[in-house]
């Protein structure tokens, strides 16, 4: 099995939202085949970009094919300063929500091999080259860490889709409403699960 991952947001936003969706890779590609015949979609599947009607379709085919998400969420009102008082980087966020996400997936693999690909384009290779090494060693030996572009992983540009969903519904946007209907029974049957960062490490 493969875990996914994407965030949505920043700080500056008022929110930071990391998805790490466990699916098989034939069944990310059968999703992404099935969702752009239909829509006619071409070029990268983006959260930012897609139309309420077309997210409710992605994320019904995600559940019809047994994928399942932990999401981690840190919200800037209820995120605890750090011990000096001043602000948490992005970066900072990101590497907690990354661990926290993957970290809730791990007791639950019962030791089977699991691979983690990490979105590629938010930091420098170099800064995200640490993070996927922090992760590698969490993963002790259960599986691999590794980066990937996500115009080329369907898991990425799914993973990318329900981070951005989470991401509007706490930011309260104005399609949060609808988006929050749209994910409610994802949430019901624990398909999306969400786990709330508080205070960075």
């Not at 008022?14 to 969706?21: I, K, L, P």
């Not at 691979?115 to 080259?129: A, K, M, N, Q, S």
């Not at 399609?175 to 960075?200: K, M, Q, V, W």
Request: with cysteine.
């Amino acid at each position: 099995m493969t875990i996914y991952c994407d965030e949505s947001g920043g700080l500056n936003a008022g929110a930071m939202t990391f998805s790490a969706v466990m699916i098989t890779p034939d069944g990310a590609a059968a999703i992404h085949k099935r969702f752009r015949a239909v829509t006619g979609l071409r070029g990268e599947l983006k959260g930012s970009r897609i139309s309420l009607v077309e997210r409710a379709y992605l994320l019904e085919l995600f559940d019809r094919a047994g994928g399942r998400a932990w999401v981690a969420v840190a919200k800037r009102e209820r995120l605890a300063p750090p011990a000096d008082g001043s602000p948490p980087s992005d970066l900072a966020l990101y590497a907690a929500l990354l661990d926290l996400a993957v970290g809730s997936w791990l007791p639950e693999t019962g030791g089977v091999c699991t691979d983690v690909v990490i979105d590629d384009g938010r930091y420098d290779p170099v800064v995200l080259g640490h993070v996927r090494e922090t992760i590698q060693a969490g993963l002790a030996g259960w599986g691999r860490a590794s980066l990937a572009d996500s115009r080329r992983s369907d898991g990425v540009q799914i993973a990318d889709v329900i981070a951005n969903s989470l991401f509007n519904i706490e930011v309260e946007s104005p399609r949060a409403h609808r988006i929050g209907t749209i994910i409610e029974p994802l949430l019901a049957s624990r398909a999306i699960r969400i786990a709330e960062l508080t205070r960075l490490p």
